[in-house]
């Protein structure tokens, strides 16, 4: 049976899913989006996506035509509908379709689609070995500009680090805001650990409050791991013992190498391995 897609309260084969070329989500990036995961049929840290999608879509004055309850309804309903009980869902709210022109009030109702396929961000071996990454020349928006805690459809500036990541040859790169600080990867966040404590620049420095960084904080906080919200320099990186990225479909993954540098010891470190270990306990504690 051919996967399906919900939008706007219909169920389409995914080969027949469009949305209208004069969509503001198409024309301008007009929208905002979550990427959640599912687990043995449940959605991880539900409650977290949807405040988060709703807050993205209330600082750019979008208003989505459902309550929470009912996206995560119909989110539910595509799982059932596609058989899948692990599952990468693509959750979308675009502006919908107007005209050419930037106006928004010509956008009489918004589009909203559901998408909920199989992911593997990154291969096994690079969970093992860990991977390596850049430093990207492309920063991070201005927040002034588009405050990078809006899960957006503007994703510009972290493709065009993406660009950059794979024409040194490696799957990731460190995006840093307009002062120079590190502020993120192009989509997980960053982690570091240092003498024992683990720290990840805060919300303030141009990340995006991440779902899966919230759970690692979380688990910190909880297993007695010192665990801080500090700005960064590229240093700090550099220097670091160990460091990991986040990210609902990366889940956490060792960086063993930024910028040529090896990173430690070079091989994933134990606090790494501990917290992506406890992690894994905790999807499957919350999802049974």
Not at 185 to 190: L, R, S, Y
Not at 221 to 239: Q, W
Not at 249 to 270: L, N, S, W
Request: hydrophobic share 40%; with cysteine; aromatic share 8%.
């Amino acid at each position: 049976m051919s996967a399906k897609v919900w939008i706007d309260g219909h169920f389409v084969p995914r080969d027949e899913a469009k949305v209208s070329i004069f969509d503001h989500g198409l024309l301008y990036g007009d929208g905002v989006f979550e990427g959640i995961r599912a687990y043995n049929g449940k959605i991880f840290e539900c409650a977290a996506h949807m405040r988060r999608l709703f807050d993205s879509a209330r600082a750019i004055r979008l208003t989505i035509p459902y309550t929470p309850e009912e996206i995560e309804k119909f989110t539910y309903e595509t799982l059932k509908t596609n058989n899948m009980s692990d599952s990468y869902i693509r959750l979308v709210v675009t502006r919908g379709v107007g005209t050419l022109g930037l106006d928004p009030g010509n956008c009489k109702r918004p589009t909203v689609f559901i998408i909920t396929e199989l992911i593997r961000l990154y291969p096994h071996e690079m969970y093992e070995n860990g991977m390596s990454v850049i430093t990207a020349s492309v920063i991070r928006n201005h927040p002034n500009a588009l405050s990078p805690r809006i899960k957006s459809l503007n994703y510009l500036n972290n493709i065009l680090a993406k660009i950059e990541a794979a024409d040194a040859g490696v799957p990731e790169a460190v995006m840093l805001n307009t002062e120079g600080f590190v502020a993120e990867c192009t989509a997980d966040n960053i982690f570091i650990v240092r003498n024992g404590e683990v720290l990840t620049p805060p919300a303030s420095e141009g990340s995006l409050e991440g779902v899966t960084r919230g759970a690692i904080i979380n688990i910190c906080r909880g297993s007695a791991i010192p665990i801080h919200e500090r700005r960064l320099e590229r240093h700090d990186l550099y220097i670091a013992d160990e460091c990991f990225l986040t990210g609902t479909a990366a889940e956490v993954i060792p960086v063993t190498k930024i910028d040529g540098r090896p990173i430690g010891t070079g091989k994933p470190g134990p606090v790494t391995k501990r917290l992506s270990e406890n992690f894994h306990k905790l999807v499957r504690l919350v999802q049974n």
